[in-house]
């Protein structure tokens, strides 16, 4: 989840705005997340034996709302145009 976080506030932002503000962004959204990420589903699973035990692993696909995103992000940073 916090990779689609990530990838989508890096989409949403100009790269030089993401440099200076990406871990603010981010930190607000871990915050109050709500009505930002409408759903998932697991697409692929896997689990591996290690010597500690074993490892599981999933890959999920993400359904991000762009608009309430790029509200979210506007709230973090209102000197921010809209894209």
């Known amino acids: 989840m916090n990779a689609a976080l990530r990838q989508a506030v ?3 932002v100009s790269a030089a705005d993401w440099r200076a503000r990406g871990p603010a962004y981010l930190a ?5 997340g709500a009505g930002v990420l409408r759903g ?4 692929a699973a896997s ?3 290690h010597l500690a035990g074993r490892v599981y ?3 999920v696909s993400v359904e991000v709302d762009v608009a309430a995103l790029r509200e979210r992000l ?7 145009p809209a894209p």
């Open 10 to 12: 890096a989409a949403a």
């Open 28 to 32: 607000s959204l871990r915050l109050d």
């Open 40 to 43: 998932w589903k697991q697409v």
């Open 47 to 49: 689990s591996e034996r």
């Open 57 to 59: 692993h999933a890959d």
């Open 74 to 80: 506007s709230s973090v940073n209102p000197a921010a």
